[in-house]
């Protein structure tokens, strides 16, 4: 039998502790088994896309969660820990309240993707090459082709299609009425995003002129869509910021944010997060799928998923 000396036996009790302290730190560095809560809002690129984000996360041994969230409050349900991420932060419409969420605590930011986001009042192509309204994209054009516009719930006066009004409020009735054209023309909000689809389909096939709010990205890059150019924008140029209203919107980031915490629970899953980024096209495809191709949301970030396994699987490594 082979005698241990003093210094073996203090190799061995290190080499224990070392061992020891290895596997605590892979312990603690094991993503939470609580589910990572995200975000569904109201038009199709958002809700493809939390598909897709917790279908990457459930790769990778997370649980996941969806939960219906109003778009300009789930920054505080981050703030609170009621949410986990929101995927899809637009500078121009949900800036003030993500960074409002930031300064009172709670909220990181997670980075930005490489696409660039616009949010405006535009026509569809063929509005233009019908020559229903001559000058456009020129906003100054819509002083003199409002009665190619009007609806029955217009009262003779053109339509603006907006968005569900919780989206900007009042922004584009108070942008009419200081670009002095709120007596040719009036707001309408759409119930959803699939009401500005609808839109855009029944006045093609009616042949009548239609201005919608619209996004990019979005699947009508691909169909054909152009955005009124109207007067450039400033910080401070709304009214809601203290301005006179007249100027248009800006073009802007698209970022991701999460709860503080989501760092420390899921590291992994943060990590991966953090890496994912996508472009103006890949969104714009992730819309397509449904509104174009008329997939679920579910079904088509499953065949999204599929196809671009070299995209994201990187991202989860």
């Known amino acids: 039998m082979k005698l241990r000396t003093p210094n073996s036996i203090r190799a061995l009790v290190v080499a224990g502790c070392v061992s020891l302290l290895s596997v605590t730190g892979v312990a603690k560095a094991a993503d939470s088994t609580a589910p990572i809560v995200i975000p569904i809002h109201n038009w199709s690129s958002q809700v493809v896309m939390a598909y897709v984000i917790g279908g990457m996360f459930e790769s990778m041994g997370s649980n996941v969660e969806y939960v219906p969230a109003d778009s300009q409050a789930v920054y505080e349900s981050i703030r609170n820990g009621d949410v986990t991420i929101s995927h899809e932060v637009w500078q121009s419409t949900f800036g003030k309240s993500f960074y409002n ?28 090459e019908q020559d229903l309204c001559p000058g456009l994209p020129n906003w100054e054009a819509l002083k003199d082709c409002s009665e190619n516009f009007t609806t029955a719930d217009s009262g003779g006066k053109g339509r603006w299609l907006e968005g569900p ?36 389909a029944s006045a093609k096939k009616e042949g009548r002129g239609t201005i919608v709010f619209n996004w990019t990205p979005n699947f009508t890059d691909a169909d054909g869509f152009t955005f009124i150019e109207f007067p450039p924008y400033t910080d401070g140029c709304r009214k809601a910021d203290g301005g006179d209203g007249k100027c248009g919107s800006p073009k802007g980031w698209l970022k991701k944010a999460a709860n503080y915490k989501f760092p420390k629970t899921h590291p992994a899953a ?44 990187p991202w989860t490594k």
Do not use: C
């Not at 405006?120 to 063929?126: A, L, Q, R, S």
């Not at 900007?168 to 670009?179: C, F, I, Q, V, W």
């Not at 096209?281 to 449904?290: D, P, S, W």
């Open 101 to 128: 969420a930031m300064a009172k605590g709670g909220v990181i930011d997670a980075g930005t993707h490489s696409a660039t986001t616009l949010e405006e009042m535009g026509v569809p192509n063929w509005v233009i």
């Open 165 to 200: 009004q919780s989206w900007h409020g009042d922004l584009m009735p108070e942008r009419l009425e200081a670009l002095g054209l709120a007596d040719k023309w009036t707001v309408k909000f759409a119930g959803g995003a699939d009401a500005l689809w609808t839109e855009l």
């Open 270 to 313: 943060y990590t991966a997060f953090t890496k994912l980024d996508f472009s103006t096209t890949q969104i714009g495809q992730m819309a397509a799928l449904v509104d174009t191709d008329k997939l679920d949301h579910k079904d088509a970030a499953a065949k999204w998923l599929k196809d671009n396994e070299a995209v994201w699987m």
